[in-house]
């Protein structure tokens, strides 16, 4: 049955894809990915403390992640808000909202022997969305071009279809024995069959990108979930679109699995970049640190200064890093040393790591 993007497309088939053959460009381009991929997992082995950088990086990923579906937040409001209990800034909550749908879904991939379910697709949406919604179980959902409000593609419905097809998907990524081919090459494919099933009412597109990081993770390709892959789709945003719609209409692999390559090639160079530049700038901020504050150096304050760029006293006192009074005199220091600069926005003083958000902010 020929494709309708009107008619909900129930007929999507299975993975993997009929007939792919990896082409002598794709070899080389997956050669090149795993290569950097490997460097950046060697990295994350090699940290002291993996979750002091780690969560910056999750929360620059979560950033762009969300703005691939227009939402949107400056760095300065996303880093305010991460030292917040509860931030108004609807946007920013969205993003922490990720950071911590990845990090549940890492937990839930512990507990489930390291199987990826879709009870943790669920999860993931639902913590995303802080709602209770499930897998879609009603019909009219469809894809719409956002200028002209033409249909451009039909998921299939409804539930009894949709966890059919979620079955199937999570054989392929659960049975090594299901296909031969390279996790890097079924990381692709996996991407393409998650957006194209469109589980749920809101909240695929970074559910699927989640589930990129979580399958890396389950592969034993990296550690951690560091998978900077959004900056990429940001900045191509329209091809990424246009190439998944080429496979729905076309069955064109080829140029989607290379898009996806040449975003691990470009996104782990940039990824293990930024750690070199932060676990550098963390080394002589340490020295310092010790040359400001004296005996009264403390190494629960250089970790957080990296793990939230924006301090303020209250965060010191809640994280039980030191007194108000201690935490006010540090602050103090820290800033007439142009170690911080000091910011204050409404009633509150912040001291922001300008130097690591620097680093944060470069997309080169």
Known sequence: ???????????????????????????????KAARYLGELNGLCISLPDPQILINTIVLQESKDSSAIENIVTTQDELYKAATEDDTNNLGAKEVLNYKEALYVGMKRLQDQQNLLLT?????????????????????????KNAINGEVVYTPPCCEDVIREKL????????DPEFSSFDPLIKMAFIQYQFESIHPFPDGNGRAGRILNALYLVQQGLLIQPVLYLSSYIVKHKTEYYQLLRSITEKENWQDWVMYMLTALIETTQLTAKKMKAMLSLKSNYEKQLKEVLGT?????????????????????????????????????????????????????????????????????
């Not at 079955?167 to 659960?174: H, K």
């Not at 030191?322 to 005199?329: E, K, L, W």
């Open 1 to 31: 049955m020929a494709f309708d993007r009107n008619t909900p497309y129930n007929e999507l088939p299975n993975l993997p894809p009929p007939g792919f053959i990896e082409s002598p460009e794709i070899l080389k381009q997956l050669a």
């Open 119 to 143: 009870n943790t697709m669920v999860e993931i949406v639902q913590t995303i969305k802080q709602n209770n919604a499930g897998i879609r179980n009603v019909p009219g959902t469809s894809l």
């Open 167 to 174: 079955s199937a998907l999570e054989q392929f990524i659960n």
């Open 296 to 364: 009264s150096f403390s190494y629960d304050l250089l970790q957080l200064m990296f793990t939230l760029p924006y301090l303020k006293i209250d965060l010191l006192v809640k994280k039980e890093i030191a007194h108000r009074q201690t935490a006010s005199t540090w602050l103090k220091k820290l800033s007439d040393a142009d170690i911080v600069r000091p910011q204050k926005i409404g009633r509150t003083t912040y001291y922001i790591n300008f130097r690591l958000m620097e680093i944060l902010s470069s997309d080169s």
